[in-house]
Structures are given as structure tokens and as C-alpha cells.
């Protein structure tokens, strides 16, 4: 158990409907990170977030956005869903500490199946 | 662009063997290395992490990584069972970027 926990844990969604996917950090982290892991694939960094800010984003289009709270919690929102947004969505926290040695603690992660 | 590359093997050993691991990264600047085990169906664990050229070892697990050639490994001794799983290589790269880059995966299978 890492302590980061995230809901629900699995979504069916139609083409073209929006999404919201929540994540709660582990306690003491201030950074959080979403991925996509498309199946037989490697997490897939979509962004991260830092402070409430944006500190990095991966080869995702605008209709992936999200937002950090001053709690540190995070949510990942898609919109215009397409087929192939299908796969596992992954955050993991940690502590930014600037120094490039740290670790994510993932979650359990959503599974979202797009119809 | 930078690449983290793994063979999806599977890779399968028999109980009791070393089975090892590679990784291999385009970016020759990257300072840390992660090894992530993840299960069917859970999500990613950290098993391993290494920062300096040479060997850290822990229990059965043993992180190698050259620089010079772009290279990170992972060796089990003893495989178990247990240890059947997708290893993840994931590096982090130069110029700031604190954010891994993962590879696809490598598929161990310990076989009885």
C-alpha cells in the first residue's frame, strides 16, 4: 500500500463524453504525476503537477487537463473522449525536492474503457 | 526524444536461477534509474532505484548501470514464483527534467 488512492477504479465512458479521474497523494508529498498505460505498454507521462502549477507535460493534446489542490490532491480531466484514450490511468505523488532523486508512489489506477 | 528501451521478452527462468534484466536509455545526460515491478493487473511498484555507475545491491535484487554505455540491468537471484511480473526501467533524464521516462517492460516468468 503506497497510500495514494484514486477513484473509481475502473470507468466505461462513450466516444465523445468527458471524464474526471481523482487522486488523493500520499501523506507529506507535494507533487503529483499522471500516466496512461495503454495495454503491453510503458506509463505514458501525461503531466505533473507541482505548488497547484503545471510543471511538465508529456505529447497529450489540450483535451487532457488537470488541476492540483492546495491539499495536494489532483484530478485528471479528458474531454471529446476517444477510442483510443482506452487504457489504465496511473498517479503516483512524491516529494519534489529538486534534487532529481525522486520516487513515484503510483496508485491502484483507473481503468477507463471507451465505447 | 528521448527513449528508454526494453525487451517485452517473455523472459522465463526456472525457479532458483538469476534472471536478468536490461534497459537501455538514449539520453547520455539521464542522472536516475528506477526499476518498477508491477503485477498483472496493479499498478507499478519501486523495487530499485540507482544513481552512480556500478552495483547496489538489495536482498535478492541487484541494480547495474554504465553510463559510458547507456545501460541499466536488473538481476534476481534466487528467482521465485513470485517474482512472475512486468519490471519497468524508467529514467530520468538531463537539463532539469525531473520526470521519468518508462520503457515498455520487460515480461519475467519464474517457472516451477
Known sequence: ?115 | QKEVEQNSGPLSVPEGAIASLNCTYSDRGSQSFFWYRQYSGKSPELIMFIYSNGDKEDGRFTAQLNKASQYVSLLIRDSQPSDSATYLCAVKGSGGSYIPTFGRGTSLIVHP
Open chain 1, 1 to 115: 500500500e503506497t497510500g495514494v488512492t484514486q477513484s473509481p477504479t475502473h470507468l466505461i465512458k462513450t466516444r465523445g463524453q468527458q471524464v474526471t479521474l481523482r487522486c488523493s497523494s500520499q501523506s507529506g508529498h507535494n507533487t503529483v504525476s499522471w500516466y496512461q498505460q495503454a495495454l503491453g505498454q510503458g506509463p505514458q507521462f501525461i503531466f505533473q503537477y507541482y505548488r497547484e502549477e503545471e510543471n511538465g507535460r508529456g505529447n497529450f493534446p489540450p483535451r487532457f487537463s488537470g488541476l492540483q489542490f492546495p491539499n495536494y490532491s489532483s484530478e485528471l480531466n479528458v474531454n471529446a473522449l476517444e477510442l483510443d484514450d482506452s487504457a489504465l490511468y496511473l498517479c503516483a505523488s512524491s516529494l519534489y525536492k529538486g534534487q532529481g532523486d525522486e520516487k513515484l508512489f503510483f496508485g491502484s489506477g483507473t481503468q477507463l474503457s471507451v465505447l
